[in-house]
């Protein structure tokens, strides 16, 4: 059984400039969730997928946007770069919707703005 | 405005001893509650989880403590191993919804 991955690992980019980061779920599971990692802090909950539809959003701009296809893959995408997007994003897929199913996390592409 | 605080950054036990990780919650609608671990370069694994319904949940060697009045949970490891140094989050969601929110870590370091 595969678990979550996440590509690319490391990104640079710079201001102004749009993002996409793609998210492997686990086998058999329907649902994504993406988080913003900042340095020092926690994550941070950005959109949640389910069954290819956004299943709740977090306190983020429009410009996060994302895709979940019917395999149950995932992209993240951030239009208009800003400094601050700097940071490690993390997906997490899970059996649900629910708070109740675990979610496993994948490493995280680590975003650089410069 | 966090509402998941962990005040400790970093704590450091002898191997064997007892490790005490410490999380406060603001918000009282928050009724599930979780304890991450995470290595480097790799993502947050789960550890284990309470119910607002419950104030104790045991799982081997880790314990997490609920006290709802005080919006307060911690988890503790008996005993501590060296394969326990780790960032540990903790996380809580609301009885409404599907979103986590997350302290800020504590980075555990147990010495051999």
């Known amino acids: 059984e595969t678990g979550v991955t996440q590509s690319p690992t490391h990104l640079i980019k710079t201001r102004g400039q749009q993002v996409t980061l793609r998210c492997s779920s686990q086998s058999g599971h329907n649902t994504v969730s993406w988080y913003q990692q900042a340095l020092g802090q926690g994550p941070q909950f950005i959109f949640q997928?389910?069954?290819?539809?956004?299943?709740g959003r977090g306190n983020f701009p429009p410009r996060f946007s994302g895709l979940q296809f019917p395999n149950y893959s995932s992209e993240l995408n951030v239009n208009a770069l800003e400094l601050d997007d700097s940071a490690l994003y993390l997906c997490a897929s899970s059996l649900g919707p629910s708070s109740y199913n675990e979610q496993f996390f994948g490493p995280g592409t680590r975003l650089t703005v410069l | 405005d966090q509402q998941v605080k962990q005040n400790s950054p970093s704590l450091s036990v002898q191997e064997g001893r007892i490790s005490i990780l410490n999380c406060d919650y603001t918000n009282s609608m928050f009724d599930y509650f979780l304890w991450y671990k995470k290595y480097p370069a790799e993502g947050p694994t789960f550890l284990i989880s309470?119910?607002?319904?419950?104030d104790k949940n045991e799982d081997g060697r880790f314990t997490v403590f609920l006290n709802k009045s005080a919006k307060h949970l911690s988890l503790h490891i008996v005993p501590s191993q060296p394969g326990d140094s780790a960032v540990y989050f903790c996380a809580a969601s609301p009885n409404t919804g599907n979103q986590f929110y997350f302290g800020t870590g504590t980075s555990l370091t147990v010495i051999p």
């Open positions: 997928y389910y069954r290819e539809e956004e299943n």
């Open positions: 309470i119910s607002s319904i419950k």
